[in-house]
């Protein structure tokens, strides 16, 4: 364990985008707080990157999970940044050695494995945290906190959209590695498993039903423009009108995200090769993918609230949008441009709020709930598993609007979850809804960090 001058050691899974930016930038930049002693990754060209950058000796840099875990503990937390579905085998192990876990979400690509997962956490004395930082940002603080206050009264009907840009849809979800639902998880999952546990967060109340409906529109090769070649940079006659030009995505200024996933060399002629040979430069109408491009899930919760919930592939930004209906007024927001405007009824008027975030990682999500995390750690409680509740009861609410959508029935969701786990699921209720606590398990004190306007 850590002292003021020894920083907390991590094994980190997966130096892909992840385990080097949040979780790797982390430690570079708070080199008191974290230290990586190791690192599993199969690809070596990232796993000898991040072994540099964090000077991880020979004897610690690993190849698979398995390796990792013939050696006794190495280290204080395991941080698991590997691919969705490798998540729930590569952290199993590491309860029974004694590590405390930060894992990527979406937690698992089943239902099933999702309470695999949480009942071993359950079992172990570890401190297991879900990487939902959204909850930790400035701006959803905020807004935590106005419906803590009740200045909109009691809740009762929500819309909130989640909107990865139309560029952002492409990437991922059409060229790039959640494009296949069977290889990663739903795009509900993969995305917007943020939005779910928000909701389930600032609502702090079980969900009764779901409903879902949603498709692959666009992305289709019956929809690919007149002799559209199968890659972007064979000459494609639209090329000029077409929003998924690939060259027009990755072959300018931006060497950051999304040009630095494509290729590790981000010299031109390396990312142009990358187009030539690689998934990124696929025509949009010519991919393997199948996750849905729209989504649509309708939930009521308990107390007759109920939500509208959107996922659209189709924006033009990538952000979030919500209008939160109250008894006694309104509240909505926008996360990308950090805007939140309250009505408190009978004012016609609404009071708007600027949110100071840094805008690194999810609106500063990242870094605050890695310090979090660690500053847990180090104050020695003992787990809280109320906010890992809350993330794996909005996991589920995932899946089932999946089986909703795929079946076109309405899910009743303890029906659901009852049938996967029924001593699982019980115990997921009870510790996410617990009567007296401040909802999601979160015990940091409400921060109103935004600035109110004129
Ligand atoms: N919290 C968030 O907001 C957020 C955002 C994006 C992605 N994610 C999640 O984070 C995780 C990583 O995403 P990413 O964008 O870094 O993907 P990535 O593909 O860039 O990195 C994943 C890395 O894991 C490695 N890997 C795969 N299987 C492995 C295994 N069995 N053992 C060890 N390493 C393995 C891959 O080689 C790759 O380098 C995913 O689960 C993703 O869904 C979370």
Known sequence: MNTPDKPLTAVLIGAGHRGHRPFGDYALQYPGELKFVAVVEPDDRRK?????????????????????????????????????????DTTLPAFELGYHVLLEKPIAASSVQVLRFFRAALGSRSHVWVMHELRWSPFFQHVKTLLEMKTIGEPITWQHTESPAYWHMAHSYVRGNWRRQEETTPILLAKACHDLDLLIWLLDRPVKQVHSFGSLTEFRQENAPENAPLRCTDGCPVEHECPYDAKRIYLGKNTGWPA?????????????????????GRCVYYCDNDVVDH??????????????????GHGPENTREFTYDGTKGRLTGNFERNTIAVWHYPDSVPQGFDIEADGKGHGGGDPAMIRAFLHTITSNHLPDYTALAQGVYSHVVGFA?????????VINLDAYGQ????????MVRELAFPAKSRPGGIRNEPVVSGTARE
């Not at 989504?295 to 659209?312: H, K, P, R, Y």
């Not at 609007?401 to 076109?408: H, K, L």
């Not at 996967?420 to 019980?426: G, L, N, T, V």
């Open 295 to 312: 989504q649509v899930v309708n939930m009521e919760f308990s107390g007759d609230v109920t939500v509208a919930f959107t996922l659209t």
């Open 260 to 280: 630095s996933v494509i290729s590790a060399d981000s010299s031109l002629a390396a990312r142009r090769a990358a187009l030539e040979t690689g998934p990124y």
């Open 419 to 426: 049938k996967i786990d029924a001593a699982a699921w019980r």
């Open 48 to 88: 000898q990157r991040f072994a540099e950058l964090h000077d991880i000796p020979e004897s610690a840099r690993f190849s698979t999970a398995e390796q990792l875990y013939k050696q006794p503990r190495l280290a204080d937390i395991l941080v698991n940044a590997s691919s969705d579905q490798a998540h729930v």
């Open 401 to 409: 609007a999946e089986e909703s959508r795929e079946s076109r029935t």
